[in-house]
């Protein structure tokens, strides 16, 4: 029942044409109702020329649906079931089955229907029902003037009931090609309301966009033009001048800031936003992000309280200069609303995380400042949007910060999240796990073999890099594995192809090879009809090392991922989940 739904479902796909799912439609209900006559006539008046016509019509209608669903030729298969139908089935039906005093006239009417329901281009169209019209025609002038040549039914009685059954059977088909083609009306008229909504509300986003840039381009430009002007008639007044100064250079890097982010955000947006991993210490990051924020916070005699005590392994891989936008994105907002004199607290702390080689780090920055009330609050990380405007509040900004801020910190795989309440201050916690470098990262061969011994295993190294694959080799062969090697992927697909089952115990695959990629390569052996051949373990040994490519590797069905130039203790961590 469900592979019958899932056909049905196939046949009548919204990536068809209209069209395409009326002939889909008639013909099958065509071939159901005559699988349905065949049985009957079996049984009730086993009737071999009947019986012949029933069959012809059941394997017509195969044909026409493999024809226009497998060879995916709608239009071939349309015209095959006008002329098959029109000038062949249903004039043969008229001269055999009572000609016009039965329900034949009924089916000959249903025949030139066909030619507008299922023949997509309206001039093709024209053409058949022209065409069409040459079976119905002949076949009622010849049946005028050679009435011999039809084969009467017995009785009225028979005559009436074929008429009657033929009304049945014509009015039940037209009434379901009416019926869907309403339905399919009705869901291309939802789809095309839906890209209307989504068209809107894309464009009201855009107007938001503008709307929101030009108020804030205009608040410092204000300043900047304003205080210019002071400046300008005070050339002599030195304090006035200085001051004017002063709050020019302040407009001037708020509108700085503003564009900057501005840019970070279509770049987020755009897809154009990587991040760039190196190993660094959290500790030293710390330091400088204090530094850069010293100034601001002397300013209003805030102190920063640091607490790195619960940090176990100070270096991480990490993308610093994001991870330094994210803190200073939080703890310049802490800064920014907080009141002069009091304290904001920064405190990073390790916990263990699921992963091997990687740690969780919970980084927490509170203040005691104006807080957020829990109307806002669940709206904070929304772009553009702000508690109180600038000129309410007197505090600048452009509502973008902690969206870039979310934005970045989901990319690195982490969460943030606020408690606040208003008048008493807020605490943004934010958790990334990071990758922790291995220690033990040059093993010498002896140190090695000591730790890792995968005697027994077969490897299959994908290296296009002559020198490359020889070092990968002479590593693994230190480990006492065999090694055989391939120079592109489609000699490691056919390596792999040709070997029996289980011969290599995994794959080391280079992602950038000149003929086929690795990730291509992956997709193929993936595909292999031997289901033990398929799912042999494949790590990929990449040079790109950022996330975007970690995902490309594991979507294109590789198990794991190693980066070069390659750190001897990472593979053989990699590869001890996958060898004997
Ligand atoms: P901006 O600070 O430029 O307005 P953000 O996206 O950084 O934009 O913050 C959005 C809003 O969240 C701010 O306008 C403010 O209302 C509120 N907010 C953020 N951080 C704090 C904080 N530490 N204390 C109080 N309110 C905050």
Redesign the pocket.
């Known amino acids: 029942m469900r592979t019958l739904k899932a056909i049905f479902g196939k046949l009548v796909s919204d990536d068809k044409a209209n069209s395409h799912k009326i002939l889909n439609l008639l013909t099958l209900s065509g071939a159901i109702v005559a699988a349905v006559a065949l049985v009957s006539t079996a049984i009730i008046e086993p009737h071999v020329q009947a019986l012949v016509v029933i069959g012809v019509i059941i394997v017509a209608a195969i044909l026409i649906l493999l024809t226009a669903n497998l060879l995916n030729k709608p239009l071939f298969a349309a015209i095959l079931l006008n002329i098959i139908f029109n000038l062949f089935l249903f004039p043969y039906m008229f001269f055999t089955s009572g000609g016009i005093n039965s329900g034949c006239p009924l089916f000959l009417l249903v025949g030139l229907i066909l030619a507008f329901a299922t023949v997509p281009r309206k001039k093709i169209a024209a053409i058949i029902y022209c065409i069409d019209l040459i079976g119905p025609v002949t076949a009622l002038i010849l049946g005028y003037y050679h009435p011999e040549l039809i084969e009467t039914l017995d009785t009225e009685l028979a005559a009436t009931a074929d008429v009657l059954v033929s009304l049945i059977l014509v009015s039940i088909s037209l009434s379901v090609v009416y019926r869907y083609q309403g339905f399919f009306y009705e869901k291309q008229q939802e789809k095309v309301e839906e890209n209307a909504r989504l068209a809107n509300a894309a464009t009201e986003a855009k107007t938001n966009f503008l709307s929101n840039m030009t108020h804030d381009i205009r608040t410092p430009m204000n300043a900047i033009i304003g205080y210019t002007e002071i400046a300008r008639k005070n050339a002599t007044n030195k304090m006035t001048l200085l001051s004017a100064l002063t709050n020019i250079s302040v407009a001037s890097e708020h509108l700085l800031s503003l564009v900057n982010d501005v840019l970070e955000m279509s770049r987020i947006e755009s897809g154009r936003f990587e991040l760039q991993c190196e190993p660094a210490s959290i500790t030293e990051l710390i330091d400088k992000v204090e530094t850069i924020m010293r100034p601001e916070m002397e300013d209003i005699n805030l102190h920063l309280v640091i607490d790195t005590s619960e940090v176990e392994d100070d270096t991480i891989n990490c993308d610093v200069l994001r991870l330094t936008q994210i803190l200073i994105?939080?703890l310049g907002?802490?800064v920014?609303?907080?009141h002069p004199d009091g304290h904001v607290y920064l405190s990073v702390a390790q916990k263990e995380n699921a992963a091997i080689d990687s740690i969780m780090c919970e980084i927490k920055i509170r203040?005691e400042?104006?807080?957020?009330g829990s109307d806002?609050l669940p709206h904070?990380?929304e772009p553009f949007?702000?508690?109180?405007t600038t000129t309410v509040s007197g505090?600048?900004?452009?509502?973008?910060?902690?969206?870039i801020?979310k934005t970045m910190v989901e990319m690195m795989r982490g969460t943030i999240s606020v408690r606040?309440e208003s008048g008493k201050?807020?605490e943004?916690i934010i958790r990334i796990p990071f990758d922790v470098p291995t220690l033990v990262e040059y093993d010498t061969a002896e140190e090695l073999m000591k730790k890792y011994n995968f005697e027994g295993n077969r490897i299959l190294v994908v290296e296009d890099n002559e020198l490359n694959c020889e070092i990968v080799k002479e590593i693994m062969q230190e480990v006492g594995c065999e090694v055989d090697t391939a120079r592109d992927g489609t000699y490691a697909i056919e390596k792999i192809r040709l070997s029996p089952p289980g011969y290599y115990d995994a794959v080391l695959m280079d992602v950038q090879m000149p003929l086929m990629s690795g990730y291509e390569t992956t997709e193929i052996i993936r595909s292999l009809d031997n289901e033990k051949l398929a799912n042999i373990p494949i790590i990929a040994l990449t040079a790109n090392a950022f996330d975007a490519d970690r995902e490309k590797a594991l979507s294109s069905g590789m198990n794991d991922f190693v980066s070069k130039p390659i750190i001897n203790s990472e593979l053989m961590s990699t590869l001890q989940n996958y060898l004997k």
């Open positions: 994105n939080v907002n802490a920014k609303y907080s203040d400042g104006i807080g957020i806002f904070v990380f949007t702000r508690e109180k505090i600048p900004g452009s509502g973008l910060g902690l969206s801020t606040s201050g807020s943004f």
